[in-house]
Nanobody, 118 residues
Framework: QVHVVESGGGLVQAGGSLKLSCAAS????????WGWYRQASGKQREMVAQ???????TYADSVKGRFAISRDDAKNTVYLQMNSLKPEDTAVYYC????????????WGQGTQVTVSS
């Protein structure tokens, strides 16, 4: 069982920065990859960034060069650094822990709101 809790969301002006945190607890030894997702009002949830074994990263085209996912193993925390924010980045951001084996579970946080004003 894994629990993840997002924090760090808020209101920021366009062009600003924000850093989200995903604090994990429980048995996370088999979690691979970690991911950040977002869901804007009226739209489907989409992948923003993933962090896989070997620190391999994957980003949505819309955030490449602006967002960066990272992890601090000592703190059991995954981060999403968001720079050059745009109004279209406004969404609820979710952290997910994916068990990296066949039949594994996906554990989702409750989400944190990010609002970017123009």
């Amino acid at each position: 069982q894994v629990h993840v809790v997002e924090s760090g969301g808020g209101l920021v002006q366009a062009g600003g920065s924000l850093k989200l945190s995903c604090a994990a607890s429980g048995n996370i030894v088999n979690i691979n990859p970690w991911g950040w997702y977002r869901q804007a009002s009226g739209k489907q949830r989409e992948m923003v960034a993933q962090l896989a074994s070997g620190d391999r990263t994957t980003y949505a085209d819309s955030v490449k060069g602006r967002f960066a996912i990272s992890r601090d193993d000592a703190k059991n925390t995954v981060y999403l650094q968001m720079n050059s924010l745009k109004p279209e980045d406004t969404a609820v951001y979710y952290c997910a822990a994916h068990e990296g084996f066949y039949g594994g579970n996906d554990y989702w946080g409750q989400g944190t709101q990010v609002t970017v004003s123009s």
